[in-house]
């Protein structure tokens, strides 16, 4: 299983909002209908006009009725299938980091933790630590064990992000029967046109 949290919820609230929207229109849709089958009547009596008239009128207007239901039934469709076009993105993209040996995390503009493969949970024993959303010295805290290389790891991420570009070292990892494991790290900062920082991705393959 891939440790994906924030794509996946980003997409569960897409499709909450989706649902919520569509169906508030459908409500409010039905009530101006109600509402204008019971005052569209009095309208018709105050205009004084023939059989022939009233019937048109409401034909006509039950016709708008129908197009602008089938225009919002044509609107969730699509919009439908945008989130289902992400939802597929997001599985691919589970399948991708799922599939390399690699250590690979991707972390926002200050640092904290936004997206981990299973080899990075399991690299660091977080399967039952809330790592999203937290920084490689909060998340210390929680494993207290790999301290002082997440606190390293946070430090050689802010020489990252001076420099500007890509930078590759060799980190260390302990290991609790007293070894290390040593990694051909790979950090990548990005920023924003104006400079601003984006977010890092790191990479680590056990060497």
Not at 27 to 49: K, P, R, T
Not at 74 to 100: C, G, P, R, S
Not at 107 to 128: A, F, P, Q, S, T
Request: glycine content about 6%.
């Amino acid at each position: 299983m891939v440790y994906l949290r924030q794509p996946r919820k980003s997409v569960e609230i897409m499709e909450k909002i989706n649902r919520n929207i569509w169906m508030f229109l459908a409500l409010l849709l039905a009530v101006l209908g109600l509402i204008w089958m019971l005052f569209s009547e009095n309208l018709l009596g105050m205009w004084d006009v023939s059989l022939e008239q009233a019937q048109l009128f409401n034909y006509i207007t039950g016709t708008y009725l129908v197009l602008f239901s089938v225009y919002l039934l044509f609107l969730f469709k699509k919009q439908q299938k945008v989130i289902n076009h992400l939802t597929l993105e997001k599985e691919k993209l589970d399948m991708l980091f799922n599939a390399t040996p690699d250590f690979i995390v991707f972390k926002d503009h200050e640092g904290r933790w936004n997206h981990l493969n299973d080899v990075g949970v399991k690299i660091y024993e977080l399967e039952n630590v809330e790592y999203i959303g937290k920084k490689d010295s909060e998340i210390a805290f929680d494993v207290d064990f790999y301290k002082d290389a997440l606190i390293y790891c946070e430090g050689s991420d802010e020489e990252a992000w001076k420099k500007g570009e890509s930078t590759r070292s060799v980190e260390k990892l302990p290991r609790r029967d007293g070894s290390y494991i040593y990694f051909d790290t790979i950090k990548v900062p990005m920023f924003h046109s104006d400079g601003r920082r984006k977010g890092i991705l790191v990479l680590g393959r056990d060497i």
